[in-house]
């Protein structure tokens, strides 16, 4: 019970000077507010971001949650997918509160600064491009929340509730908010030096993929890693989940174009042929290795190519999706037995070798699939993309681990980080949250 309240506690801290600014703010002379519209939202571009945005909330809720529940045992499926409904919410309230306003608004070229805190100033009338302010925030609050959702899979079946309440928390601040600043505001120090990363490469799949390979090496494995490992309880829930993933991450690609345009059109298009070639590659190879195509290893395989196809879906041609979506299937494969065979980390749902692997090639790559040569829309030497690209990810990389190491170190000493090793034995759906999937009855 001491945890939960230093939780509460630490959340309150972190919304109130956003809501206390927002209170302010409001109480304001009426008279005084008078609103010159000088321009008009675009209906179409609206109604498509509108779609984007429930597309991309579907890739979590119940997408995410699905894929990853049907990985681990029947006693831990309910465990899973209350991580992901509470990171929702969470991330959802700390959004308004204050990580938009660190992600968007006007500031210093590394974070945003405090003028829309709590929204203050986002209304009917306010505009972000050509579609109302308020349909920008709530599609990228989508983005906040899949992000650490991500992260979820690199610990199930082991770890505390308040850890991830507390650690989703902080990581949104600490992590996500000020990348999401450098690499898609307009002061960011990313975006003004041309980085490429139109849905996430960077801001979403680097940043999970690196804190989530931390985050099993403090945590530690499960009992009985490596020798001893349970097959996924649901491969059919996997599957259905995994299907949804698929179908968001039309509104997550082509939904960064920010408009129902050619480019959106050319996005969705090389997101799909990417994931489908990567699921194939991925079948083929584990056939060739094991003697039978797996469900669970195609649908991974989708994962890792939509994931590396991400940051360069605005700019390659079908030829550099079809390229990218075989790297994926290949690198993103072999390197799951890098993580949890040579490095000895017991990354669970192989959140980085699919997810970070992924997005880091899909973030480099594009410097090259996104020429003309190989089909691309890209307008940049090839070279001088490779060294910003190169530059953006070290700098993302690097910040990413040192936070997710100092956020651990601060889990640790309040709430702890990981259940007894009874409770891990028995399932935390019942000792966690007094509740079971399963009645047989």
């Not at 690199?154 to 908010?177: C, D, G, N, Q, S």
């Not at 050319?266 to 997101?271: E, K, R």
């Not at 797996?294 to 196809?309: N, S, Y």
Request: proline letters at 3%; one cysteine or more.
């Amino acid at each position: 019970m001491k945890n939960v309240l230093r939780f509460i506690s630490l959340l309150m801290l972190l919304l109130a000077p956003g809501f206390l600014l927002a209170q302010e703010a409001a109480v304001v002379d009426v008279a005084d507010q008078v609103v010159a519209v000088t321009a008009s939202a675009d209906s179409g571009n609206t109604a498509w971001m509108l779609t984007a945005t429930v597309l991309v909330l579907f890739m979590t809720l119940p997408g995410l949650a699905l894929f990853y529940g049907g990985l681990v045992r029947a006693q831990n499926v309910l465990s899973v997918l209350m991580h992901c409904f509470a990171i929702a919410c969470l991330a959802s309230v700390l959004w308004v509160g204050v990580l938009y306003s660190i992600a968007f608004a006007d500031g210093s070229s590394w974070v945003g600064g405090l003028s829309k805190v709590g929204l203050q100033g986002v209304g009917l009338e306010s505009l972000s491009g050509d579609i109302p302010e308020t349909v920008f925030v709530m599609f990228q609050m989508t983005f906040a929340i899949i992000t650490p959702g991500l992260i979820v899979g690199a610990f199930v079946e082991r770890m505390k509730f308040t850890a991830i309440l507390l650690f989703t928390a902080l990581w949104l601040v600490v992590v996500y908010a000020p990348v999401t600043h450098w690499v898609w505001s307009e002061g960011g120090w990313l975006f003004a030096r041309d980085t490429i990363d139109l849905a996430g490469g960077i801001v979403v799949h680097a940043t999970a993929g690196v804190s989530a390979l931390l985050l099993a090496y403090f945590v530690g494995p499960r009992d009985g890693f490596p020798k001893k490992l349970h097959v996924p309880h649901s491969p059919g829930m996997v599957m259905i989940g995994a299907s949804m993933l698929w179908v968001g991450w039309f509104g997550f690609n082509a939904g960064s174009q920010l408009a129902a345009n050619e480019s959106a059109g050319m996005t969705m298009l090389v997101t799909h042929i990417s994931a489908a070639v990567a699921s194939l590659t991925w079948m083929t190879i584990e056939w060739i290795k094991t003697g039978k195509p797996g469900l669970v290893g195609i649908v991974t395989g989708m994962v890792a190519g939509l994931a590396t196809i991400t940051p360069a879906s605005g700019q390659v041609g079908p030829l550099g999706a079809i390229l990218l979506g075989f790297l994926a299937g290949v690198v993103c494969y072999f390197m799951c037995g890098v993580v949890k065979e040579k490095m000895k980390i017991d990354d669970t749902l192989d959140v980085f070798a699919v997810h970070g692997v992924g997005g880091i090639m899909g973030t480099v790559l594009v410097a090259v699939f996104g020429t003309a040569a190989f089909g691309g829309l890209g307008e940049f030497n090839m070279g001088e993309q490779l060294v910003t690209q190169v530059i953006a990810l070290a700098a993302v990389v690097a910040w990413s681990a040192v936070g997710t190491v100092i956020i651990v170190f601060i889990c640790k000493m309040t709430t702890g980080l990981r259940v007894d090793q009874e409770v891990e034995h028995t399932g935390l759906d019942q000792a966690e949250h007094g509740e079971t999937a399963y009645h047989f009855e």
